[in-house]
């Protein structure tokens, strides 16, 4: 069964700070991978898709990456402000002809002024 | 934009009773998903609809229905609800003919006693 990892499970930084989160899954097999933020109480903010045939994405200060080699899953924060305080979510597909996102249990971010 | 909107944002229900949890989105999406949300055990999926009257089991399914009537509605019926069911409830939707970004509704915070 197909099971997601996100390390650091919570950070801490001080404003300005470049940050990388990490996404492993068990079974390399991953075709398309999003990544969201959630702030407390609220639903998911998608923030990046990295479809089938692609290997990065970028918007902003963020950047998304992704290796199939190895199952995993970069999402790099430039510049941290404290605005991007939240948790941030990865999830994949499986196969070609799923919609099923399997998603990791989050990485905690507080950016502190 | 997208909108995706869920019916009620808290919710306290009794043991025994009915619940109806519904989400309505705005960009004629084909797809859409029931989730739940639970600390420590991530998002997982109860139910979705590629269509209407169109429906799958997901990962969850136990103690839930779904229905979808309408294109831009998809009701999670808790058919007796238990104090297990207490949980966040997030509905997301999603275009088709590829792999698309999920949208995710504000969510709906179940308390069942």
């Known amino acids: 069964k197909q099971e997601v990892t996100q390390i650091p499970a919570a950070l801490s930084v001080p404003e300005g700070e470049n940050l990388v989160l990490n996404c492993s899954f068990t079974?390399?097999?991953?075709?398309?991978l999003q990544w969201f933020r959630q702030d407390p109480g609220k639903g998911l903010t998608s923030l990046l898709l990295?479809?089938?045939?692609?290997r990065e994405q970028t918007s902003g200060r963020l950047n998304a990456s992704l290796d199939k080699s190895s199952g995993r899953s970069t999402l790099y924060i430039a510049a941290s402000q404290p605005g991007d305080s939240a948790t941030y979510l990865c999830a994949g597909t499986e196969s070609y002809n799923t919609d099923k996102l399997i998603f990791g249990t989050g990485t905690r971010l507080q950016v502190f002024p | 934009d997208v909108k995706v909107t869920q019916s009620s944002r808290y919710l306290v229900k009794r043991t025994g009773e009915k619940v109806f949890l519904e989400c309505v989105q705005d960009?004629?999406?084909?797809?859409m998903f029931w989730y739940r949300q639970d600390p420590g055990l991530g998002l997982r999926l109860i139910y979705f609809?590629?269509?209407?009257?169109?429906?799958e089991k997901g990962d969850i399914p136990e103690g839930y229905s779904v229905s979808r009537e309408k294109k831009e509605r998809f009701s999670l019926i808790l058919e007796s609800a238990s104090t297990n069911q207490t949980s966040m409830y997030l509905c997301a939707t999603q275009e088709t003919g590829g792999f698309y970004e999920q949208y995710f509704g504000p969510g709906t915070r179940l308390t069942v006693t």
């Open positions: 960009m004629d999406h084909e797809n």
């Open positions: 990295i479809q089938s045939s692609q």
């Open positions: 079974d390399s097999a991953i075709y398309n």
């Open positions: 609809s590629y269509d209407v009257k169109m429906k």
